[in-house]
Every structure is written in structure tokens, then in C-alpha cells.
């Protein structure tokens, strides 16, 4: 088989109602997730929210209808594939119809799961979990990503982030707010050191979760004062006095390593080779045309290398 015979498979999953098609036509529109591949896109229940042909046609996407369980055989889809020989399935899929049917399904060879995607209705999350709590988890368990829509401030947000993390550490869980921006809903509380300390003590295993967060939520930082464990690293055309305090992180494999961490005012001089105990007000500010953090160096002495080599960018 070769590159040309991979045929990306996505899953999009959750109960009637949840915001499924909306969310596929969304994808099928995006320009960063569509340029013009030939879709087919199998629904496997018929829910209020209907497909336009003309935005189909617009999208070069196909639609096809599985009506019953019973129609999700490895032998229907192979015919699905013969039929329409597609560069890419989305699969708008009922989770009443369980995931261990799903994964007991043959997939024609070419079809690979990229990503699978559990939608969630904020307004029903809850009862449904009360009373259908089986049903419920299966299709988080499963998920790469997990988006909870038609969100207002007032909802569960970090107790359903627990709820979700103890099924399912390594998905990514976003919340869809009504003016349709999203937000991963993370809190003080749901971070791993103590936010509330005088001094923000930060573990060399909690180095990625920091760098992360304080990369996505800059403003929880900003007049807090922290101390971590990290690199002194030179930094490109930076002013005298200023160095690049971080970590090394492998992005993808051995061979692509990047230093990870951020602009730092003191006056320990940069070596890639040391290993220093910050301590460092931090300050919100603008890198570009965004918003983030820099480090005021308060006190940084030598201290021995981290156990690990790498970061790691566990999820809160």
C-alpha cells in the first residue's frame, strides 16, 4: 500500500440532537481542513439538522444513508468504497448504536482512523449522565476530542473537565461558547500546583503543563510570582541582560528537538548547558500581534539537571 491509498477516516459521535451534522458541515467548510477532497460522508441517523446537496456539491463531499444499525457491515462499506472511491470519510455516527459495534466493524484496507470526535449537548450533559451513564461514557472514552457545545458561563465547565480527564487523560476537551468561540474551560483549581501560593511551585513534571497553559491563558499568570527548574538559553538578537529560560521538548521524534519557554529579564548569563532554579515574577505582555508572558529573574541559582531530558506535555 502506498501514501496514495490512505484514506483519512474521522469519526464524529455523540447522541441525537448533540450538534453532530452542524459540526461536519463546519469541517467540510473549513479551510484549513478542506481543499477540495473528494468526501464521502456516511450519517447513521437521521437528526433535525439536515445535509444541503448544494454545500455537498460545493465541498465535493457524498452522502450516504445508513438506516440501521444492521447497515454498519464491513461488506456495506466496502461497496460505499468501491462505489465512490473516496479520499477521505467523515462518518456522522449514532452512539446508540454503541462503539463496540463500531470498532467490531471492518474498515475497507485503505480506510484509516485519524480522529475520532465525541460531541456533547451542555444543556443535557448532565441528565443523560445521571440515567445513561454507560451509554454516555463510552464514545468519551473513545474520543480524541471531546467539545462540549451550546455552553453559557453558568455550566459545570471544570467539574465536567474532571468528569472527562478520569475517563479519558489524553483527550483534548473544548467548550463552545454561544458566540461560537471555544475555550478548554480549565481553572485554577484543575492545574496541578497550588495557585493561590505566594510562590507558584512548579515540578520538573509539571514544566509542560505550565508552559501550555501559560501559553493559552497568559492573564492567569500575569503579577504571579513562580519557580521552576529550567535552561538559561541564549536568545537571538536579544538585548543584553535578557535570555531564553526553558526546557528541551521532542515535538515528533529524536531528531526534532525545540526548546520550549520563555523571554526572560535577569542577569544569569545564558548556558545551554546549565540547569537553574528560577524564581521569576511573571508579566503579561505582547509577543507580536498576541498576547503572553515574560519572566522578571528574582533569584536563579545552579541546581542539578532535570531527571528527564524532554518535556512532556501531559494533559490537565
Not at 41 to 56: F, K, N, R, T
Not at 93 to 107: A, C, D, I, P, V
Not at 132 to 159: G, K, V
Request: proline residues 6%.
Amino acid at each position: 500500500m502506498t501514501d496514495l491509498d490512505f484514506v483519512p477516516f474521522y469519526v464524529v459521535c455523540g447522541f441525537l440532537e448533540s450538534g453532530k451534522t452542524t459540526m461536519i458541515q463546519s469541517m467540510l467548510s473549513d479551510e484549513g481542513f478542506s481543499s477540495g477532497e473528494k468526501t464521502l460522508v456516511i450519517c447513521c441517523e437521521d437528526g433535525e439538522v439536515e445535509y444541503d446537496p448544494e454545500m455537498l456539491d460545493k465541498y465535493n463531499a457524498t452522502f450516504c444513508m445508513l438506516n440501521s444499525p444492521e447497515e454498519l457491515t464491513g461488506l456495506r462499506l466496502a461497496q460505499l468504497d468501491a462505489l465512490y472511491h473516496p479520499e477521505r470519510v467523515i462518518m456522522e455516527y449514532n452512539s446508540m448504536w454503541t462503539m463496540e459495534r463500531l470498532g467490531q466493524t471492518k474498515m475497507p484496507e485503505t480506510w484509516e482512523y485519524v480522529q475520532v470526535i465525541t460531541l456533547a449537548d451542555a444543556t443535557t450533559f448532565d441528565n443523560y449522565m445521571t440515567n445513561m451513564r454507560n451509554q454516555m461514557a463510552a464514545p468519551m472514552r473513545e474520543a480524541d476530542l471531546i467539545l462540549f457545545n451550546r455552553c453559557t458561563p453558568d455550566f459545570r465547565r471544570s467539574y465536567w473537565r474532571r468528569q472527562m480527564r478520569a475517563l479519558n487523560p489524553g483527550a483534548t476537551i473544548l467548550f463552545e461558547n454561544p458566540d461560537g468561540t471555544t475555550d478548554d474551560g480549565i481553572t485554577d483549581e484543575d492545574l496541578p500546583y497550588d495557585m493561590k501560593a505566594e510562590v507558584i511551585s512548579i515540578s520538573e513534571e509539571q514544566f509542560g503543563i505550565f508552559y501550555i497553559d501559560a501559553m493559552d491563558h497568559p492573564e492567569r499568570y500575569d503579577g504571579k510570582i513562580i519557580q521552576l527548574v529550567g535552561q538559561p538559553f541564549p536568545g537571538r538578537n536579544y538585548p543584553k541582560g535578557t535570555y531564553y529560560f526553558g526546557r528541551n521538548a521532542m515535538t515528533c521524534c529524536a531528531n526534532d528537538i525545540t526548546q520550549v519557554g520563555f523571554v526572560c529579564k535577569g542577569d544569569t548569563p545564558p548556558d545551554p548547558n546549565r540547569f537553574i532554579l528560577l524564581t521569576a515574577g511573571c508579566r503579561m505582555g505582547m509577543q507580536g500581534d498576541q498576547k503572553g508572558l515574560f519572566l522578571y529573574e528574582l533569584a536563579a541559582e545552579t541546581c542539578k539537571p532535570t531527571k528527564e531530558e524532554y518535556v512532556t506535555f501531559a494533559s490537565v
